[in-house]
């Protein structure tokens, strides 16, 4: 059975600077692996996906790193923004069409 | 592409009374489908499956005559929360299954509250 963890629960930064979100997982067969964004009261929206035979994802100012052997993804802000805080879930299913096992998520604060 | 349309977005209902609330695929097709339950400060909990033309697996707890699905077609599924009581209030969300290269896609929402 997949466990997800993220670490921190919650993070509060300075506008500009650089950060790490943590997801960990406990078995390293998975099938993908999925970020996402939440606002609140909001719906989830899809940030990155990393394949199983991949290692990282880019869009913009985020980068997703994905090692199985470790069972750890990181998603990597650069020069955060205050439109930036938000609650970041990591995810991933057992297969391609299994639920996905989100993890409880971390509350980001870019303090302007 | 990937878009998933959910509405409504907000709705108050009396207790006892049924809400229905309609997720659907604007730009793809999937046979899979699942509904979320979110409590405030809380992450997303399966509530149940749903394969196009079969009946929906529930999750142990989630009661399948209160929380009806239809997923009548690739495009479609409804969830119809029966005789609702203040205890069902929760942030509900939809998902169609992976998409390959853009992974799963959720709909924005809806938020129930029950008087």
């Known amino acids: 059975k997949q466990e997800v963890t993220q670490i921190p629960a919650a993070l509060s930064v300075p506008e500009g600077e650089n950060l790490v979100l943590n997801c960990s997982f406990t078995?390293?067969?998975?099938?993908?692996l999925q970020w996402f964004r939440q606002d609140p009261g909001k719906g989830l929206t899809s940030l990155l996906l990393?394949?199983?035979?991949?290692r990282e994802q880019t869009s913009g100012r985020l980068n997703a790193s994905l090692d199985k052997s470790s069972g750890r993804s990181t998603l990597y802000i650069a020069a955060s923004q205050p439109g930036d805080s938000a609650t970041y879930l990591c995810?991933?299913?057992?297969?391609?069409?299994?639920?996905?096992?989100f993890g409880k998520g971390t509350r980001l604060s870019v303090i302007a | 592409g990937a878009v998933v349309s959910q509405h409504p977005s907000r709705v108050i209902c009396k207790s006892g009374t049924s809400v229905k609330i309609e997720c659907r695929s604007l730009?793809?097709?999937?046979?899979?489908m699942f509904w979320y339950r979110q409590f405030p400060k809380q992450s997303l909990m399966l509530m149940a499956t749903?394969?196009?033309?079969?009946?929906?697996?529930?999750e142990q707890g989630v009661e399948k005559d209160k929380f009806l699905i239809n997923h009548a077609s690739l495009t479609l599924s409804t969830l119809t929360v029966t005789s609702a009581h203040p205890e069902d209030s929760s942030f509900y969300i939809c998902?169609?299954?992976?998409?390959?290269?853009?992974?799963?896609?959720f709909g924005s929402g809806t938020r129930l509250t029950v008087v």
């Open positions: 995810a991933s299913p057992l297969s391609g069409n299994t639920p996905l096992v």
């Open positions: 078995d390293s067969a998975i099938y993908n």
């Open positions: 990393i394949q199983s035979s991949q």
């Open positions: 730009d793809f097709q999937a046979t899979t």
């Open positions: 749903s394969n196009e033309g079969s009946k929906a697996t529930y």
């Open positions: 998902s169609f299954g992976g998409q390959g290269a853009t992974g799963y896609t």
